[in-house]
């Protein structure tokens, strides 16, 4: 096979593989799950390349929710949907783009002095 063949048969695969590569919400986990358990979890479907459990700000608590990078995510997702993990069943869905918070605006003269009319 001419050079320049294979090096366009190796960006094709790097391309299909990236394409394969996602990142997904997964829901409803259990407080106490830890990442190393939810990646054990997924491998068996595909590389496992992160795992991610949120946690709350101020007490270091699981929001009972993560995401997960895999190869084969769509699978993962289709198989493991439902799934029971530390007795509770998973919801995965496709990860979103984070929105950005929107800016807190009053609708009222803010702040209130009642002694200038502003009522």
Same mark, same amino acid.
């Given at each position: /096979? =001419?050079?320049?063949?294979?090096?366009?048969?190796? &960006?094709? *695969?790097? #391309?299909?593989?990236?394409? !394969?590569?996602?990142?997904?919400?997964?829901?409803?986990?259990?407080?106490?799950?830890?990442?190393?358990?939810?990646?054990?979890?997924? /491998? =068996?479907?595909?590389?496992?390349?992160?795992?991610? &459990?949120? *946690?709350? #700000?101020?007490?270091?608590? !699981?929001?009972?929710?993560?995401?997960?990078?895999?190869?084969?995510?769509?699978?993962?997702?289709?198989?493991?949907?439902?799934?029971?993990?530390?007795?509770?069943?998973?919801?995965?869905?496709?990860?979103?783009?984070?929105?950005?918070?929107?800016?807190?605006?009053?609708?009222?003269?803010?702040?209130?002095?009642?002694?200038?009319?502003?009522?």
């Amino acid at each position: /096979m =001419p050079q320049s063949l294979k090096h366009i048969n190796l &960006i094709l *695969k790097n #391309r299909a593989m990236e394409e !394969s590569v996602k990142t997904f919400y997964v829901g409803n986990l259990e407080w106490h799950a830890t990442p190393e358990e939810l990646k054990e979890f997924f /491998m =068996p479907l595909g590389t496992v390349q992160s795992v991610e &459990i949120i *946690k709350d #700000r101020e007490t270091g608590k !699981s929001k009972g929710f993560g995401f997960v990078t895999m190869d084969n995510a769509d699978e993962a997702m289709k198989e493991m949907n439902g799934k029971e993990f530390r007795g509770r069943s998973l919801k995965l869905n496709e990860a979103r783009e984070k929105t950005p918070l929107r800016e807190f605006k009053p609708s009222f003269n803010y702040p209130r002095n009642p002694f200038n009319g502003n009522t």
